[in-house]
């Protein structure tokens, strides 16, 4: 079964500064991708980074990035020159291809709180 | 362009009752996806549907079904509803074989 892991319930950081977010997963898969997803008091789920695991080289999306370990299973989402609009839950998101569509698994998210 | 909207964004109900929530894709999207949050977690996959055809079910009992119409619109129904039914449901869309999916701002259902 896949698992997706977020062992940090709630994180804050100063505006400026850089903070990082964990992921770890758990899978038999071979192919299968990678995304971190934004979830502001708006409530909508906004994309924020997305790795293929075949790719060897980490995702970059401007002050977004990622530490994408295959061995480890691990992803987390290092976060630049934070702002006040980078606070809202974090969720990190498993996909792999399951019959004639794909699944996707989600962690249990990270509240991040940018303080001015 | 319109993003993914959906209706209604708030919903009281009673036990008992059934919902039918709505979702509308981006336009060009064929495929939509319904997922529950529950407080406090993460999404749920509940169906995905395709050219108006089930192509995916998540874990959850017969009182859920879903249905897309020819415009690619789709509802999410649920019978029989019940306490732990409350969750906020996310339509998402894309584009068929697309990994991005796109997300609507939810339906927040609160039963009672």
């Known amino acids: 079964a896949q698992t997706v892991t977020q062992s940090q319930p709630e994180m804050s950081v100063q505006e400026a500064e850089t903070v990082t977010l964990s992921c770890t997963y758990d899978t038999s898969e071979n192919n299968y991708y990678l995304f971190w997803y934004k979830q502001p008091p708006s409530r909508q789920m906004i994309l924020v980074i997305r790795?293929?695991?075949?790719k060897q080289q980490n995702a970059t999306e401007n002050r977004f990035s990622v530490n994408f370990q295959k061995a480890a299973k691990s992803f987390s989402l290092k976060i630049s020159d934070s702002q006040l609009g980078d606070t809202a839950m974090y969720f990190c998101a498993f996909m792999y291809n399951a019959g004639n569509n794909r699944k996707l698994i989600w962690g249990l998210g990270t509240s991040l709180a940018v303080n001015p | 362009d319109a993003g993914v909207t959906q209706s209604p964004t708030h919903l009281i109900k009673t036990r008992g009752q059934h919902v039918t929530l709505r979702c509308s894709p981006i336009?060009?999207?064929?495929?939509v996806s319904w997922y529950q949050q529950v407080l406090g977690q993460g999404p749920q996959f509940i169906f995905q549907?395709?050219?108006?055809?089930?192509?995916g079910r998540g874990n959850f009992p017969d009182r859920f079904s879903a249905r897309q119409f020819p415009n690619y619109s789709s509802e999410l129904n649920v019978n029989a509803l019940l306490l732990g039914d409350s969750a906020l449901y996310l339509c998402a869309s894309s584009l068929e074989g697309a990994l991005n999916l796109f997300f609507g701002s939810g339906t927040q259902l609160s039963v009672l």
């Open positions: 790795q293929e695991a075949y």
């Open positions: 549907y395709y050219e108006k055809e089930e192509r």
């Open positions: 336009s060009g999207h064929k495929s």
